[in-house]
């Protein structure tokens, strides 16, 4: 037991190992499965990439504990066996610092968008960095000062000094999770976030329990090697609860794949429970339709705007119109239900706003930045310019061709059916193609796939961009 407990592979090690790697089994299925299963598609923004280095970050944690502590047994001392290099930087900057490092950046995002109302004012990356930086030098200072025995324990001091860095960035946690407290978010956002707090915390405690039983009596085998089996377990569970919980929209992570959140909806007006706007909801007997009346009159029948948008994405160039159902919804949020318009508005700001958006609109310069750096994203009028653009755009191009398209002719004639037989209201003669994704996160309930249309159009791509 004396020989392996300072050599390694020792059996409970070896069950230890095994926890650890059915973990990490776990987790990386938690990562991929949403994408092989649901067909969710990868968002660009930091609601995917700050997921992502969560789980880079978990692995790191639990390869730097197998490492540094002996768990498996080598016959010489490599270089890359270094206790600064398990111990110090990949357990520190690259894992436990990275992992709450991840989740101060997203609530600090929760923060400004739901309390102060506006986007970020710093890009997450560059916030992830600047975050990152105190365990960086710490992890430099101990580099320098070489603290570590051959065992890679540290004395009683730099343990202070570690353990309370680590206890500073879940304290920050807590800070900001206050600040939020009184949001009503729809999504569990602020309880998926103390869940991440209680999971850091018991992590803090274990690992301060286990590194004195290790520093008090260092000679005692078998304690040595029960804190250290102690360490790597707790620890893979914990790593695990710390994703048990997704972190939903807008704060997007595909850890989660429970039932509850298997749930739907092919707009994020349906998910935060916006009726579809548009005067099919009232029974009108006749519709007529006027090539002559203006096209803002149009669309709000909602369904000459159904065919609009199916004819807009037959020509590939359906954004304008998507954006104003989407902008429509928007508006039919009260103006006292702040909460809910933010998502709304966030929602379109990433979908259609936003550089390099999946379906980014073309608008000018100015406008654009009007509304990404607006000090209200609640506000009523904040899309209202942008539209104004957009429509003037499909006036121009997609409404001259849409009356002489087959879309067109088709409505005419359900109308004309309608109008001859009144019970065919809810038995219509349409059958239309679903809409495009209107959510695009990849991991809140709102995942819908793309179906490609081919109509006879004029191709309006190069024009509306």
């Known amino acids: 037991m004396a020989a392996c407990s300072s050599k390694g592979g020792c059996p409970s090690d070896y069950v230890a190992l095994s926890a650890a790697l059915l973990s990490m089994i776990l987790l990386l299925l938690k990562a991929t499965l949403p994408y092989m299963i649901h067909k969710i598609p990868r968002s660009k923004g930091s609601s995917f990439w700050l997921v992502a280095i969560q789980v880079i970050a978990s692995l790191n944690l639990l390869l730097s504990i197998v490492m540094a502590l002996n768990f498996l047994k080598f016959r010489k001392r490599h270089w890359w066996r270094s206790c600064y290099l398990w111990a110090v930087w990949i357990e520190g900057p690259l894992g436990f610092g990275l992992l709450l490092s991840c989740r101060i950046t997203q609530i600090f995002q929760l923060y400004y968008i739901f309390v102060k109302r506006r986007l970020p004012p710093i890009r997450s990356y560059i916030f992830l960095l600047l975050i990152l930086l105190p365990w960086v030098a710490l992890a430099a200072v101990i580099q320098i000062k070489k603290p570590l025995n051959d065992r890679c324990h ?62 008090v009596r260092e000679d005692i085998s078998w304690l040595e090697i029960a804190s250290r089996f102690l360490l790597l377990v707790m620890t893979s569970a914990l790593v695990l609860a710390f994703f048990s919980f997704s972190i939903s929209q807008p704060l997007v992570s595909l850890m989660s794949l429970r039932k509850k959140n298997q749930k739907e909806y092919k707009t994020m007006s349906q998910a935060l429970g916006i009726p579809d706007s548009g005067i099919l909801l009232q029974r009108e007997s006749t519709i007529i339709l006027d090539p002559n009346e203006p096209l803002e009159k149009l669309l709000l029948n909602r369904r000459f705007r159904q065919t609009f948008m199916e004819f807009a994405d037959s020509c590939l160039a359906g954004e304008s119109v998507h954006f104003y159902d989407e902008v429509q919804h928007f508006d039919k949020i009260p103006i006292q239900d702040s909460v809910r318009r933010i998502y709304m508005a966030r929602h379109i700001i990433e979908k259609y706003i936003a550089a390099g958006a999946p379906m980014e609109v073309n608008i000018s310069h100015r406008i654009r930045q009007e509304i990404l750096s607006t000090n209200d994203l609640s506000h009523t009028d904040l899309f209202k310019n942008a539209l104004g653009e957009l429509m003037q755009l499909m006036k121009l191009n997609l409404a001259r061709d849409y009356w002489s398209s087959m879309y067109f002719m088709k409505l005419e004639e359900d109308i004309r059916m309608r109008a001859v037989d009144p019970e065919m209201e809810h038995a219509s003669g349409w059958n239309f193609p679903p809409k495009l994704s209107s959510v695009h996160c990849s991991d809140d309930p709102f995942q819908h796939e793309h179906s490609p249309r081919n109509s006879g159009c004029h191709n309006h791509d190069s024009e509306l961009r």
């Open 154 to 215: 540290m004395g009683t001091l730099w343990i202070i000094l570690v353990m309370g860095l680590h206890a500073l960035y879940v304290v920050a946690l807590i800070a900001f999770a206050g600040a939020v407290h009184h949001v009503e978010f729809r999504f569990h956002e602020l309880n998926d976030l103390w869940r991440g707090i209680l999971v850091s915390s018991a992590s803090i405690g274990i690992w301060v329990a286990a590194y004195v039983m290790n520093e």
